[in-house]
């Protein structure tokens, strides 16, 4: 079976810099929907698209075509006293914590209502205040991309309807775990429930 919209690609892949330093290179395959569900990159669904398994191809992304530029507008420093005790470079906030009215009012017009809030990461930590960033870790970063197709089925009604296979959540790539040490091989996150967030499994 080749890949095409409503099927559903069991991918193994490599991920590293421009720089060929690894990033992310997974013992199990990443499955995603196919069919411009965002289960994957668009610039990778279109070097797949038509291919049967056993394809292999090399790709590289540039920032607007993965996680975005680097914006120095999502840098925030905030008053060290509305985070817990203990702080840590590389933790990670969904939104700012106690963030004030303005912040709030400030968000809800720069967000659509479906979407996620921002996750900030610690990036420095002073006695009294917190360097916090919200860019994606990968953003402004040029990506390059193995792929090898290990399978390929039709999607299940139930799959295309809930927008992602069956069997578990679909992890969004680019995302540390929850709990883990922050290291940059560890990259993945929950079930995508924003539809504009680009995924990569």
Do not use: C
């Amino acid at each position: 079976m080749k890949i095409e919209k409503n099927t559903i690609v069991s991918l193994r892949y490599k991920l590293t810099d421009a720089q060929n330093n690894v990033i992310e290179e997974p013992d199990t395959p990443m499955v995603y929907l196919h069919g411009g569900y965002e289960g994957t990159f668009p610039k990778i669904e279109s070097l797949l698209d038509g291919q049967d398994v056993g394809y292999e191809a090399s790709i590289q992304l540039e920032p607007s075509e993965a996680f975005g530029e680097y914006d120095p507008e999502l840098l925030k420093i905030e008053p060290r006293v509305r985070f817990p005790e203990p702080l840590e470079v590389g933790m990670q906030f969904e939104g700012v914590p106690e963030a004030d009215e303005e912040d709030v009012e400030h968000a809800a017009v720069d967000s659509d209502e479906d979407e996620e809030p921002l996750i900030y990461t610690v990036t420095d930590v002073a006695d009294n205040q917190v360097v916090l960033d919200g860019n994606h870790p990968l953003a402004g970063m040029a990506l390059r991309f193995w792929v090898q197709v290990e399978d390929v089925r039709a999607a299940t009604d139930d799959e295309i309807e809930n927008r992602h296979p069956e069997g578990g959540d679909s992890f969004r790539f680019g995302m540390p775990i929850e709990g883990d040490d922050g290291d940059e091989d560890d990259f993945l996150g929950d079930e995508p429930e924003n539809p504009s967030s680009h995924t990569l499994h």
